[in-house]
């Protein structure tokens, strides 16, 4: 089976950084997704890592370590616009278009 | 250059009705997903369509759930005798298939909430 583990809930301050972590166990790999998803709204895609390093997108950067079956998220300069869950997927081996997901990180941004 | 919609947006039905829920992938898109989502879980995975077949149908729960893509565009997933434990929110996904850049990356609709009572 495939089993992906990421933090609930996290808080941070308006300005700040805050670094959503996710770990994967999977029989294989074949790429992860990180998606945000507002409240009410569908989830939008933010970035996706097959290699490992960083990935730097403006404010948001995505970290993959396949060694060690790990990925983060870090969000810079923080705005309140940012609160929302933040969602990692994982390529499922068996079929290469599905889509493994997290139950979610729910960030919340205070002023 | 519209993205993914969903019809309706929102459907209240009561017990053992049946239910149609239709999604309008992106123009061009051959790829086609749905996802059942409950408050506070990820998605779950239902169905994939590649072009007019299911692909991989191993995420619908039982055989009261079928979904159907009879052009390759325009797909429906239909729910028989609904159940309570039906209540979610049903997304729709679709990508470029085969991926163009190797990211395929699944763009979501809004979503349909579905309410049993």
């Known amino acids: 089976g495939q089993n992906i583990d990421q933090p609930t809930e996290m808080t941070a301050t308006e300005g700040a950084i805050v670094q959503i972590n996710c770990t994967y166990q999977?029989?294989?790999?074949?790429?992860l997704f990180w998606y945000q998803q507002h409240a009410g709204e569908a989830p939008t895609f933010l970035s996706y890592?097959?290699l490992d390093g960083l990935e730097e997108k403006g404010r948001f950067s995505s970290f993959l370590s396949r060694s060690k079956g790990y990925s983060y998220l870090l969000l810079k300069e923080l705005q309140m616009k940012d609160s929302a869950s933040y969602l990692c997927?994982?390529?499922?081996?068996?079929?290469?278009?599905?889509?493994?997901w997290g139950l979610g990180t729910s960030l919340a941004v205070n002023p | 250059g519209a993205g993914v919609s969903q019809t309706p947006s929102n459907k209240v039905t009561e017990k053992g009705k049946y239910v149609e829920l239709r999604c309008d992938p992106i123009?061009?898109?051959?790829?086609l997903y749905w996802y059942r989502q409950s408050l506070g879980q990820g998605p779950e995975f239902l169905i994939y369509?590649?072009?007019?077949?299911?692909?991989?149908d191993s995420g619908l729960p039982n055989d009261r759930f079928f979904a159907v893509r009879p052009e390759g565009s325009v797909s429906t997933l239909k729910i028989q005798r609904t159940e309570r434990g039906d209540s979610a929110v049903y997304l729709c996904?679709?990508?470029?298939?085969?991926?163009?850049?190797?990211?395929?990356?699944?763009?979501f609709g809004p979503g349909t909430r579905l309410l049993v009572l």
């Open positions: 369509f590649q072009g007019t077949g299911a692909a991989d």
């Open positions: 997927a994982v390529r499922d081996v068996a079929n290469n278009r599905k889509l493994i």
């Open positions: 996904a679709s990508s470029l298939d085969p991926p163009s850049s190797g990211q395929e990356t699944q763009y």
């Open positions: 123009s061009g898109h051959t790829a």
């Open positions: 999977t029989s294989g790999f074949n790429g």
């Open positions: 890592n097959v």
